[in-house]
């Protein structure tokens, strides 16, 4: 399988928030993320070394949830096609209400990293997939 390269890396990372939807076709590259890790093995090895969150599996997908920071980690299973890869969720106030911010770490290809996206973006909280 072909990898799409970006900047030095393999990874598409993206943030957007969930009233934000990534346009049709292509998605554009980001060189910077909010993940706060340069891999997605980085991440999920950071987040077991920390206190007070908890872990869970949903339909394959590891779930960390840090109740502290209010965001939700959603790491995706060997089995699904953006594997590997990590979305972060996070509820951030705005002064006017809240948002959900959606940022993702995805090594695999560029077209399953995009449809990881989409699909995370159109979920509005609804909670139909991790």
Known sequence: MDRYLWPSVGLLVATLAFADHPPAGSLPES???NIGYKTVAEALASLKEMKGVSFSSVRGWTIVTDEAHLTVWSFAPKSDPSYPA????MVI?????????LDVLCEAA???CENLVREFSNMNGTGARP
Do not use: E, F, L, Q
């Open 31 to 33: 060189k910077s993320s």
């Open 86 to 89: 990590v979305v972060k969720r």
């Open 93 to 101: 106030s705005t002064g006017h209400g809240s948002k959900i911010t």
């Open 110 to 112: 560029k077209a399953s």
